[in-house]
Nanobody
Framework: QVQLVETGGGLVQAGGSLRLSCAASGLTFSSYAMGWFRQAPGKEREFVAAISWSGISTYYTDSVKGRFTISRDNAAKNTAYLQMNSLKPEDTAVYYC????????????????WGQGTQVTVSS
C-alpha cells in the first residue's frame, strides 16, 4: 500500500520559513517524480513544484520561484522536501505531496498518488 505522509506545516508570520516533508512508503521512491500542490479555501488545487526521479530537474510555478526549493532524498529517507522561504499570506493553503511515474505527470493535478495534506497558514 502506497503512503505519502506530509509533515512540517504550521502557522508562521509573513517573511518566515517552513520546510515540508513527504515521507513515501510502499513504492520504489527513486522511480517516481515527486511534486507539491496546494489548495486554498474556495480555490482549485494548483501546482507548486516538481522534481524528477533523479533530482536533477526541478520546476516551479512562477509565484514561488526564488522562494521555494524542492528536493529529495533517494538514498536513505525516501522523502521529498519543500523548503519555503519569504512566505506570504497568499501562500496560505493545504499543501499536498504527489508522486507520479513521469515527470510530466507530477506537474498536473492527476498524479498516481496523493498525500493527505498539511496546513500552512501565513499571517500578515
Amino acid at each position: 500500500q502506497v503512503q505519502l505522509v506530509e509533515t512540517g506545516g504550521g502557522l508562521v508570520q509573513a517573511g518566515g520559513s517552513l520546510r515540508l516533508s513527504c515521507a513515501a512508503s510502499g513504492l520504489t521512491f527513486s522511480s517516481y517524480a515527486m511534486g507539491w500542490f496546494r489548495q486554498a479555501p474556495g480555490k482549485e488545487r494548483e501546482f507548486v513544484a516538481a522534481i524528477s526521479w533523479s533530482g536533477i530537474s526541478t520546476y516551479y510555478t512562477d509565484s514561488v520561484k526564488g522562494r521555494f526549493t524542492i528536493s529529495r532524498d533517494n538514498a536513505a529517507k525516501n522523502t521529498a522536501y519543500l523548503q519555503m522561504n519569504s512566505l506570504k499570506p497568499e501562500d496560505t493553503a493545504v499543501y499536498y505531496c504527489a508522486a507520479a511515474r513521469t515527470y510530466g505527470g507530477v506537474k498536473r493535478p492527476q498524479p498516481d498518488y496523493w498525500g493527505q495534506g498539511t496546513q500552512v497558514t501565513v499571517s500578515s
